[in-house]
């Protein structure tokens, strides 16, 4: 069975503040998915990494996905208060398009 | 362009009554998964189709539950009947098929009292 670990779950920080959610497994993915979600709303896409050792910027947020494609990260600097929510990594098997989620990182920015 | 479309947005019920969840994926889409939500377990994929069949149903909990894609652009969730322990959000996802990247629809969010 596939399995996607994240770390930290619950993540209280000040703005401004840099930080790193991880997320792991002992599986091979054929991608590795980053969502956000809202409440009140469904997960919404923000990065796709596909190549073992990729990394993606999309403004203040770096996303790496390992050499092996078994872990991947989300690296956030100087965090706004926007940037609360719920992150969600999930893991992709080849050609299924089925996903495996992890758990999900709760993030909270006080202003 | 419209996104994936969920009805109800919010259902309450009372336990052993009939709940009926609505789906309709993005246009052009061929692949529809269904998932589900709580605290406890965090986002599980209930069923997956593509092309309107039904491919992986694992994740069903059990009987009461059963899923169908009539056509392309329709899908049910139906649990019979509900209990406490099926509140949920319940979120409907769809893509391209073999693609991985999912879009998901605003979820229902489901009361069983």
């Known amino acids: 069975t596939q399995l996607l670990e994240q770390s930290p779950q619950f993540l209280s920080i000040q703005e401004g503040e840099n930080l790193t959610v991880y997320c792991n497994s002992s599986s091979v993915f054929s991608s590795l998915q980053w969502y956000r979600q809202e409440p009140g709303e469904g997960p919404v896409l923000l990065v796709t990494?596909?190549?073992?050792?990729e990394v993606k910027k999309l403004k203040r947020l770096t996303f790496q996905f390992g050499d092996a494609r078994k872990d991947s990260s989300l690296h956030i600097t100087a965090a706004q208060p926007g940037d609360t929510g719920l992150y969600l990594c999930?893991?992709?098997?080849?050609?299924?398009?089925?996903?495996?989620f992890g758990q999900g990182t709760t993030l909270q920015v006080k202003p | 362009d419209a996104g994936v479309i969920q009805s109800p947005r919010h259902e309450v019920t009372e336990m052993g009554q009939e709940v009926t969840l609505r789906c309709k994926p993005i246009?052009?889409?061929?692949?529809l998964f269904w998932y589900r939500q709580t605290m406890m377990r965090g986002l599980e994929l209930l069923i997956y189709?593509?092309?309107?069949?039904?491919?992986?149903d694992s994740g069903m909990p059990e009987d009461r539950f059963s899923a169908k894609m009539p056509n392309a652009s329709f899908s049910t969730l139906k649990i019979q009947p509900s209990e406490p322990r099926d509140s949920a959000v319940y979120f409907c996802?769809?893509?391209?098929?073999?693609?991985?990247?999912?879009?998901f629809g605003p979820g229902t969010r489901l009361l069983v009292l």
């Open positions: 990494v596909v190549t073992g050792g």
């Open positions: 996802a769809s893509s391209f098929l073999g693609e991985e990247t999912q879009y």
């Open positions: 189709f593509n092309n309107n069949v039904p491919i992986d």
């Open positions: 999930a893991g992709g098997t080849s050609n299924t398009g089925k996903l495996i």
């Open positions: 246009s052009g889409h061929n692949s």
